[in-house]
């Protein structure tokens, strides 16, 4: 039964994310925000409103390792799973945004998050909001860049500027209502597996739940990667870890702080999220320079296989 609560709350977390989307897109085109804006900052907040209402349950359900670990998990998972993937299926061209600005962003904000939770084994409401304020800055310097560049954003659909006000209030409300039932079912159903299997909340969430909320953008990845089409990138997936550690971390910490409960986070998951982090600039600049291909995906990939492995093979 356990098993079939996590498959609904995923399965919910994708829907609601989906209508969260696409009515906050069209809600941001009846305000005249413009497409470039609302592809780097409303479709990036509510792209990571699954992850946040898992971590904010989690968290206020008394499950703490659970909220820490989706985020560690995810962003493993968005560079081992979803860029290996992805990278195996076709190459990946990479562009001088992701070593000038990215992923030292990221990098920045991985190692801040390791020092935080380090420091007192606790996220404080302060590092919580000190988080929050750092995407608010690289969000300021992505849109100025982005402006100079005349960067277009390809995952805004126009279409959705014709919708009416009275649709965006039903796709708003059908993706609230999925996202909160979501996140209740997919935290209960991982905590009475984790009881049931006789291990931590922490590897079921760095495991089960990371990948889970995952899915949805491996699934874009692999079908636009098999269409030929330039839809992922590594800038994408790049920023979407930024998110994850300051908008969700950052905002659950500001509603409660959020205590590090199991040893293994700060021993294992955090430097295994620095580990996937940091390889990729080696990678990126390894023959053929600026080229992720196919080895270097399986490269990924299979080391989040080990990753998968070591996690549950020190839990028996």
Avoid: C, H
């Amino acid at each position: 039964m356990s098993f079939f609560y996590v498959i609904i709350g995923l399965t919910l977390l994708v829907v609601g994310g989906e209508f969260l989307v696409r009515s906050s897109i069209g809600l941001s085109f009846k305000l005249n925000i413009s497409k470039m804006v609302i592809g780097m900052t409303v479709v990036s907040f509510a792209t990571s409103a699954p992850e946040l209402l898992v971590s904010l349950q989690a968290a206020l359900d008394g499950s703490p390792a659970i909220a820490i670990n989706n985020v560690i998990g995810s962003n493993i998972a968005n560079i081992g799973l979803v860029l290996g993937i992805t990278a195996i299926i076709g190459p990946i061209a990479v562009s001088k945004d992701f070593y000038k600005l990215n992923w030292p962003v990221m990098m920045i904000f991985s190692v801040v998050l390791y020092y935080f939770l380090y420091n007192d084994s606790l996220l404080t409401r302060l590092e919580g909001a000190i988080l929050l304020i750092g995407l608010i800055a690289f969000l300021f310097v992505l849109i100025r860049n982005a402006r100079k560049e005349d960067v277009s954003v390809e995952d805004v659909d126009d279409a959705l500027a014709e919708i009416g006000y009275g649709k965006i209030i039903i796709w708003l409300s059908i993706g609230a209502v999925a996202l909160y039932f979501g996140s209740e079912f997919l935290v209960n159903g991982a905590k009475d597996i984790a009881q049931s299997m006789g291990v931590s909340e922490g590897v079921i969430s760095i495991t089960m739940i990371a990948i889970g909320t995952s899915v949805p953008e491996l699934a874009a990845s692999v079908i636009a990667a098999i269409k030929g089409e330039k839809a992922i990138s590594l800038g994408n997936l790049i920023g979407s870890n930024v998110f994850n550690i300051a908008s969700v971390l950052g905002i659950t910490a500001l509603i409660k702080e959020i205590p590090v409960t199991e040893a293994q986070i700060l021993s294992r998951d955090v430097f295994w999220m620095l580990g996937f982090s940091g390889i990729l600039i080696p990678l990126v600049f390894l023959p053929k320079k600026y080229i992720l291909n196919r080895f270097k995906g399986a490269f990924l990939f299979l080391g989040y296989g080990v990753f998968i492995y070591i996690v549950f093979k020190t839990t028996v």
